[in-house]
């Protein structure tokens, strides 16, 4: 999204608890400003708009509002919108509740929403009263503009011949597809975790004729019209189609509301059904370049959403009480990616333990097979010397024999004879 912002003319600058790994990165290749704590320097008269995820807001910034809340807007300025954006239905991810009680409902100019089933679990977390009036909208996890220059509409393959599996928690059905698929002549790829772990670009996309995923990376394969089968871990949907797009759209593309498979039946899909799926996605190119594309998202809701006038504390002290649970928010925030950190170096030291052990269990395997070897060679060195000491024993009895003696005694003339003819 900074980036579209950046592409589409804006100054943009992001706030984030913790700025590290891949993440930075990305930010800093694509030159995204980026500001690290819990505060920002600046005035909120700076900003048009203020994009709020998981409702933070520098410190600073609350001061602020505490003052317009006393003594209103100064004259000659103007408040920025704020836009509360959520993106998750799932209890299982808090962050993406209006936790903070009160605070949309005091500041904000819209509330947004990944998708309409986020917006239908959500609501219930506000104050109805204090809520109404502010407008709220699906904003359906936008893809940029650039993944539509990468086309396939009218280009597609008649079988699909290279698959990808995008996905971070690849369930065993799909392992189990893609080795079908396989035996089947379809090369298949995992990107994430459990394979090749690589940002989405859309040269990534361009690469495949099909792709079977969840989540944003389904906006990314609608926009360059290419066939997306929708399953993961939730279950899924298969191809979209006319018949499950409004399921699939409305628990963003999720899987959840669909159905599970086994790899027989996936694998079997995504090929049956390939031809179907690349006709519906060029149909359907023109209009999803619209409604999922994000600069025309963007573009809309920013000039229709209005900064508020004035704002107005919902009671004494609230000031003091918002201070203190963003400063509390932050700090969880900056701790959770800690423990994200220290979690991927756990696993990361856990894969190289596993590594190493395979290694070792290698080498234990070859010295076992080794000292074999050489057991083996033992015992034949051991019968070689029983039979050299035994052909001993027996040349030995030949020249102690009678009959040895003799005939040794009659040639030896013969011997002497042929030594002086040399």
């Not at 694509?30 to 410190?59: C, M, N, T």
């Not at 959403?305 to 704002?311: A, K």
């Not at 001993?392 to 020249?399: I, N, P, R, S, T």
Request: hydrophobic content about 40%; overall charge negative; glycine content about 6%.
């Amino acid at each position: 999204m900074a980036e579209e912002l950046q592409r589409m003319g804006a100054s943009v600058v992001v706030l984030a608890s913790s700025f590290t790994g891949s993440a930075r990165a990305i930010f800093e290749n694509k030159g995204i400003r980026v500001e690290v704590g819990e505060d920002l320097e600046a005035s909120i008269f700076d900003f048009d708009y203020v994009w709020v995820h998981s409702q933070l807001l520098p410190l600073s910034f609350v001061e602020q509002l505490g003052t317009v809340s006393r003594e209103h807007v100064p004259d000659g300025k103007r408040l920025p919108a704020f836009i509360f954006n959520h993106m998750s239905a799932l209890d299982a991810s808090p962050d993406e509740h209006p936790y903070i009680p009160l605070l949309e409902e005091t500041i904000a100019s819209a509330e947004v929403f990944v998708s309409q089933e986020a917006r239908d679990a959500l609501n219930k977390d506000y104050d109805t009263e204090a809520n109404q009036g502010i407008p709220q909208r699906i904003v359906p996890n936008p893809a940029p503009s650039i993944y539509a220059q990468s086309s396939k509409v009218g280009t597609h393959p008649r079988v699909p011949q290279r698959i990808a599996i995008i996905s971070n928690h690849v369930p065993p059905e799909l392992f189990d597809a893609a080795e079908m698929l396989g035996s089947a002549d379809v090369h298949v790829d995992i990107i994430g975790e459990q394979g090749v772990v690589q940002e989405v670009t859309p040269a990534l996309i361009a690469q495949y004729d099909g792709v079977i995923t969840i989540g944003k990376t389904v906006q990314y394969c609608m926009m360059s019209s290419t066939p997306v089968f929708v399953y993961d871990r939730f279950g899924g949907f298969g191809y979209l189609n006319d018949e499950n797009f409004d399921a699939c759209a409305y628990a963003n593309f999720s899987g959840r509301g669909g159905a599970r498979k086994n790899g027989e039946g996936i694998a079997k899909d995504v090929i049956d059904d390939f031809q179907q799926a690349c006709s519906y996605s060029d149909a359907m190119h023109g209009v999803w370049r619209e409604t999922y594309g994000m600069e025309h998202v963007l573009e809309d809701l920013f000039e229709s959403v209005e900064p508020r006038t004035s704002i107005t504390f919902p009671y004494p002290g609230y000031e003091h009480t918002l201070r203190m649970q963003m400063r509390f928010a932050w700090r969880y925030y900056r701790s959770w990616d800690f423990e994200l950190w220290m979690r991927a170096q756990k696993q990361h030291l856990e894969d190289e333990l596993h590594r190493v052990k395979e290694v070792v269990a290698e080498r234990d395997k070859a010295i076992d097979s080794l000292q074999a070897e050489m057991q083996a060679l033992r015992g034949d060195l051991g019968n070689v010397r029983e039979e050299l000491a035994k052909s001993a024993e027996q040349l030995q009895q030949v020249y102690d024999s009678h009959s040895y003696r003799i005939g040794n005694a009659l040639m030896a003339p013969l011997s002497i004879i042929k030594k002086r003819r040399r």
